[in-house]
């Protein structure tokens, strides 16, 4: 699933194709075809809700709140804006098109934009994703936790020391912090040289801020880097990340790690698999649950959690 970085990689490609543009024209096909599976579900508006507050209205400013994209919309000077709000799900894609027909089964909407050879494009494979028009911002975006790269130390701590679930599971939590995910976590603990399975109340004012500060760099990072393209994700020109090729941690289970050589191990906290070094990230202070290591051809590459 495309987390913070990608998102904000996406918006970046598509800001400079849409800011100022009019919207001229909304197409929407809800299946892929006779016969094909239904897409209802990536909408939460009916065709013509989306046709009425999309049709005519110019797109002021593209932004990213946590993992969603959000397009503030006006249809007239001084009149109330609306909000465009796409979630890429595993699967979605926005592109920047030159033609408005459908690229293919998966594309679902397409917008028409008063500039010549100029279409928005969202296509999903997978029909997780989700595309709603709004007039504010939803309750369930509201409720999200701060922005990493905007959250101060000091909050961060105080947030840290209310909750005692483990770290890989508290950065997942997006009331925690907005737009983390499993590759991001991984790689911000590791950079920290925290366990996963530490316990975010039990962190010393140190580790917090080791924290605080790696999650920040690895996400800027990973955002210069345009993102991790670890399946099909690439930005709305179609360009691939290159994050992937710097992952520490991340999907290297068994294979060496880059700073002390000790083989990457993989546990499943949050019912995601979570990858770490137990070398560079020991157990310490604030750990978690037991863990019984797991061998494989002769090596200790995988970590299951008992009780406490």
Not at 73 to 86: D, Q, T
Not at 132 to 154: I, K, M, Q, Y
Not at 212 to 233: P, Q, V
Request: glycine share 10%; charged share 25%; proline share 5%.
């Amino acid at each position: 699933m495309p987390e913070l970085p990608e998102v904000e990689t996406v918006v970046r490609s598509v800001r400079p194709w849409v800011t100022g543009r009019r919207i001229t024209g909304v197409e929407v096909r809800l299946a892929e075809g006779p016969g094909g599976k239904a897409a209802f579900q990536v909408f939460r508006n009916t065709v013509q809700e989306l046709r009425r507050a999309l049709t005519g209205a110019v797109m002021e400013e593209v932004s990213r709140h946590g993992k969603t994209i959000v397009f503030r919309l006006r249809r007239a000077p001084g009149g109330a804006p609306r909000f465009l709000l796409v979630h890429l799900g595993m699967t979605g894609r926005l592109t920047c098109e030159t033609f408005p027909e459908f690229r293919s089964q998966h594309t679902y909407l397409v917008l028409g934009l008063d500039a010549p050879g100029r279409w928005l494009h969202y296509a999903d494979t997978r029909r997780f994703g989700r595309i709603r028009v709004a007039a504010s911002l939803p309750s369930d975006l509201a409720a999200l936790g701060p922005e990493p790269l905007e959250v101060s130390f000091e909050e961060f701590f105080r947030r840290l020391g209310c909750r005692r679930a483990m770290l890989k599971s508290l950065l997942l939590d997006q009331r925690f912090l907005r737009g983390l995910g499993n590759i991001y976590a991984d790689e911000s603990l590791f950079r920290a040289g925290l366990h996963p399975a530490s316990l975010g109340s039990r962190l010393t004012r140190a580790q917090a801020l080791a924290l605080h500060r790696a999650i920040r760099e690895t996400l800027r990072l990973a955002i210069k880097e345009g993102g991790s393209s670890i399946s099909d994700y690439a930005d709305a020109e179609g360009r691939a990340g290159r994050f992937q090729f710097l992952h520490q941690v991340y999907q290297r289970t068994g294979e060496p790690c880059f700073r002390c050589g000790t083989p990457i191990r993989r546990m499943v906290i949050a019912s995601r698999s979570t990858h770490f070094c137990p070398r560079c990230q020991r157990r310490g202070r604030g750990a978690g649950r037991r863990e019984t290591v797991v061998e494989k051809g002769g090596r200790a590459v995988e970590t299951v959690l008992g009780g406490r």
